[in-house]
């Protein structure tokens, strides 16, 4: 089943704060429906693209008059505000800075009271395209993301209460968050307009390759043309696949050949994806970082330890690929990753602030943003509707439920019936999520699609309406009410265990292709001996992946779902 277009739609925009400062008490639980369903992800983007089957398909650009300028400033605002750590020090732009490919150019960044972290930190460019955040993924969106740094000792090591209040007790902020939320200060909605600001001004859509890809000519060096078919043939678009080059599957660092070698040792720190699944098998797993950028965001790998791109290149082809690449394949190919970045990037961080380079209620001043970072018309139009969050509301398969006429409703207050509408259309949506799911498996392992971002997306749009699913309309009550959450939160639990079947099916989809890619592509300097027998071992990948479609298919989230239907059926 295909996803048959989804591109990112003009960004919600136009927030109307008559309709916001609507006189009706806000529905607290339409209001909870709708934060926990969130929008759809944008790893699944461009899907209509000539190119959305193949390895690479261009990022699209928002177009500048579509952004919501008053939740623009509101969360560049508290992106900046270093009143969110303990010791007033720390803010989210310290460790995640434009002038550093989105990083800090550490090898761990330097939390509240100058406590050391314990990773190198992730770029923001491109993040609200990733399946995940943070190392170990344990962040579903960049909205849950946003207030992790706020709590971890490490980082800005606060409370969030005392935070909610410092913003209540602020001279501008209660005004600015009543524009544009109808509930006001909340934990959620402060770390929904840091997601905002994040995903609009760190998206970048305007590379050399990018443009590339979308069919401009004279944008890539024949060095990097050479890179990039390099890239290819030796299995590196294994793991760097889709709109974001990555961040679309875990993998384990050193899969062919082990990456603790001397000098390096292992430690807590490098444990990964295990601290969070208790599988011994995700030992030093980690999300696949996106190569957008990647040029500025040394130095390198979840632990810093690498100080330069052609160093990365060379440890990856040897830990990840079982090859000695030769000095002209690692100049290439980092000259086609130098090709993913470049300047400008983003939004300049100069006049951006209360009251600088951004009117309220209007959109972006057209000298507010740089013009490779977004552009007009690079997005299709007539988007979302007032009130909706996020940028890049998507359309999904035609051939799968859609979204209600109420999912459109502004959520200040709902009108009657709508909730219902709402709730009824993500019931809808998980029951035939697994068919989606093992449509997207399939089409990956047959080679229909040579990337991951379709799977990612469906398991995204199932884990947000199922968690939507846990706040059902205000009307039910009592032991009715109870039943619907205790079944929602049954299907969430079976929806979060698929995580794990997703990610071992698409580690063995990508050694399939490592092992491919020795058999297409024979190493000359070679640290292949790790492999063993090539043709035995891309046997038992290809094995794996079949259980774990397998293993899909015996999931129960059909027939949970189902359930939650005849019981929301049986009190509307």
Known sequence: MRIKHV????????????????????DQAWLDFNNARGEAPLIGANADHPLALTAYRPVQAFAIGDIDANKMRL???????????VDNTVGCNSCHSGMFGGTDGRKVSIGANGVLGNLNAPTTFNAAMNFRQFWD?????????ATGPVESELEMAHDLSDVLSLL??????????????????????????????QTVNFTRASTPFVRHLNGEEGQLSEQALRGWDRFDEVGCASCHN????????????GAVSDYFVEPRTAGPNDNGLINRSGRENDKHVFKVPTLHGVAE??????????????????????????????QQDIDDISAFLRSLGGRPMGMPMMGMGRGMGMRQGGGMQQGGMHQGGMHQGGMHQGGMQRGQGMPGRM????????????????????????????YQSAIAITETAKNRLLAEMERIRTGEVAHYDFLQYQHLELIRHARALHHPPSGITGNKREQLVSLAEQLLAETNQLEWVIADFLRARALTQILGAHSDQPASGTVTGTLGDTAAALSAQQQLAQSKIRELRDSKIDSTAAQLNEAFLAVR
Do not use: K, W
Request: glycine residues 8%; negative net charge; contains cysteine.
């Open 137 to 145: 993924g344990r962040a579903v969106t960049l909205t849950d993301q």
């Open 168 to 197: 209540e007790n602020d001279a501008n902020y209660p005004a600015e968050f009543a524009g544009i939320y109808p509930d006001g200060i909340t934990t959620h909605n402060m770390a929904d307009a840091i997601a905002y600001f």
């Open 395 to 422: 359309n999904t398969d035609p051939a799968a439920p859609q979204a209600s006429a109420s999912e459109q409703t502004p959520i200040a207050a709902a009108p009657a019936g709508s909730h219902n509408e709402a």
């Open 7 to 26: 591109s990112i739609t003009a960004l919600c925009l136009t927030l109307g704060s008559a309709l916001l400062h609507a006189a009706e008490t806000p």
């Open 75 to 85: 969360g560049f605002d508290l992106f900046h505000e270093r009143r969110l750590s």
């Open 242 to 253: 889709g709109i974001n080059l990555g961040g679309n599957s875990y993998q384990q660092l």
């Open 297 to 326: 965001t040394a130095p390198y790998f979840h632990d810093g330890s690498v100080e330069t791109l052609e160093q990365a290149i060379e440890e990856m082809g040897r830990s990840q690929l079982g090859r000695s690449l030769s």
